[in-house]
């Protein structure tokens, strides 16, 4: 540390040294081992504009294939008159047309091909939400709209495969499984042949389907209690751990060691099970904050032993990165607002195999945006 006409002595030196050392290290709680947070930087360019005067709205779901290609499952119903203003009639303004359902991009921000919509022999969902791509290429679509009660499974070129529920207008029950319950987030064990659903909006519980056949496997809720669908009343951050999941269940993936992640979104944390639905621990994330909560959804980081999460926080618009191991924070990135690297009802985040962060926002927010990692 120099101040300027000042020549530091040697004690000087060591001091700044010293504290310069503790400043650019952080440790693991209990262990004193160095950790290395990862740091990312907004990409300002990416996505490329969409061809064909399209626009996109909310983003209901994002994932990443096995290419590295980004799919996004967007909202094509949110979009508004002033910004559909091309296809009224007459016209109104230059832009815009809605952008097709799923866009599917690669690493540069190009859009590669798009489709989805209603069909013969399915029912698309009245409000997208939720996208998974398998390590066979298939594309699974999720829904949250208030008569949502499906899946859909498609070709990556949007052939249709298989659907498991059906839309219904029947009351919130956790226990069925003909029908899911606006379901929201997707992941599929390809080797296990498997689909786990975080269901939802309306049910309380992770699902297990076959992927194959769309055969029920398994069902439970929080601590791997039963489901139980009694309304609980507003979440209290005073209030003992609630024992069921609260609506929505938000997002399910699974770890390369097996373990099985979920976004219990408004209780302000983070459950993990084994694959049979056994409770293993869980870790709390900003519990006072209120309304919407504050995980939302993950993406882990892509060192070997994925050593951290980042956690999508729509409520105070924030990307937190958390230790898997225990949930401790460890790094903050974004704030509110409407610049590039900021947000507004951040929604989804995803990572690619290099590290890069995706995420997409909803409300008025109807944008993604790329993090690139810089270590």
Same mark, same amino acid.
């Given at each position: 540390?120099?101040i300027?006409g000042i020549?530091?002595?040697?004690? #000087?030196?060591l001091?700044?040294l010293?504290? =310069?050392i503790a400043?650019s290290?952080v440790s693991?709680a209990?262990?004193g081992?160095?950790?290395?947070? &990862?740091?990312?930087?907004?990409d &300002? ?5 969409? &061809?064909?005067?399209?626009i996109m709205g909310?983003?209901g +779901? ?8 980004i799919?996004v499952? $967007?909202?094509?119903g949110?979009d508004?008159?002033e910004? !559909?203003? *091309?296809?009224?009639? @007459?016209?109104?303004?230059m832009?815009?047309?809605a ?9 540069q921000g190009? !859009? !590669?091909?798009?489709?989805?919509g ?6 698309w969902?009245?409000?997208?939400? +939720?996208i998974?791509v398998?390590?066979?290429d298939?594309?699974w679509?999720g829904?949250n709209? @208030? ?5 859909l ?10 659907? %498991? ?15 899911l319950?606006? @379901?929201a987030?997707?992941e ?6 498997e689909?786990? %659903?975080a269901d939802?909006y ?5 699902v297990?389907y076959?992927?194959d056949?769309g055969?029920?496997k ?8 039963p ?9 209290? &951050? ?11 269940v938000?997002?399910v993936h ?6 099985v992640?979920?976004c ?7 459950q993990v099970? /084994?694959?049979?639905g ?10 006072? /904050?209120?309304?919407? =909560?504050s #995980?939302? $959804?993950f *993406?882990?980081s892509?060192?070997?032993? $994925?050593k ?9 618009n924030?990307?937190?990165t958390?230790?898997?191991?225990d +949930?401790? #924070?460890?790094? $903050? ?7 590039a690297?900021?947000?507004?009802w ?5 990572s690619?195999?290099?590290g890069?962060?995706y995420?997409?926002e909803v409300? /008025?927010g109807k944008?993604?945006q790329?993090?690139? !990692?810089l270590?």
């Amino acid at each position: 540390m120099r101040i300027a006409g000042i020549r530091p002595t040697p004690a #000087v030196l060591l001091v700044s040294l010293a504290i =310069g050392i503790a400043l650019s290290v952080v440790s693991t709680a209990g262990t004193g081992a160095a950790l290395d947070v &990862p740091k990312f930087k907004v990409d &300002p360019s990416w996505p490329k504009e969409l &061809p064909n005067n399209w626009i996109m709205g909310q983003v209901g +779901g994002m994932a990443v294939d096995r290419h590295d290609h980004i799919w996004v499952l $967007q909202r094509p119903g949110t979009d508004t008159v002033e910004e !559909l203003g *091309a296809a009224q009639t @007459p016209p109104r303004s230059m832009c815009c047309l809605a952008a097709p359902p799923v866009l599917e991009f690669d690493a540069q921000g190009n !859009l !590669l091909h798009s489709w989805g919509g209603p069909g013969e022999g399915f029912d698309w969902p009245k409000t997208e939400h +939720g996208i998974c791509v398998d390590k066979d290429d298939n594309v699974w679509i999720g829904a949250n709209g @208030p008569a949502d009660r499906q899946i859909l499974k498609f070709k990556n070129d949007g052939h249709f495969l298989m659907q %498991i529920g059906h839309p219904s207008s029947d009351p919130p029950n956790s226990l069925r499984t003909d029908i899911l319950g606006r @379901p929201a987030g997707i992941e599929v064990d390809s080797e296990a042949h498997e689909v786990y %659903i975080a269901d939802g909006y309306m049910n309380k519980r992770v699902v297990v389907y076959d992927a194959d056949k769309g055969t029920f496997k398994r069902l439970w809720g929080a601590y791997g209690n039963p489901p139980n669908d009694a309304d609980p009343g507003a979440y209290n &951050p005073a209030a003992p751990a609630d024992q069921q999941f609260r609506n929505p269940v938000h997002c399910v993936h699974i770890s390369r060691d097996g373990l099985v992640y979920v976004c219990d979104r408004v209780n302000d944390r983070m459950q993990v099970f /084994t694959k049979q639905g056994k409770f293993v621990k869980e870790f709390t994330l900003r519990t006072q /904050t209120l309304s919407m =909560g504050s #995980v939302w $959804q993950f *993406a882990f980081s892509m060192d070997e032993n $994925q050593k951290f999460l980042f956690v999508d926080d729509g409520e105070n618009n924030v990307i937190w990165t958390v230790l898997r191991e225990d +949930g401790t #924070v460890v790094g $903050q990135m974004g704030h509110s607002g409407r610049n590039a690297g900021q947000f507004h009802w951040v929604h989804q985040i995803i990572s690619d195999s290099q590290g890069n962060l995706y995420t997409g926002e909803v409300d /008025t927010g109807k944008r993604i945006q790329k993090f690139i !990692l810089l270590h």
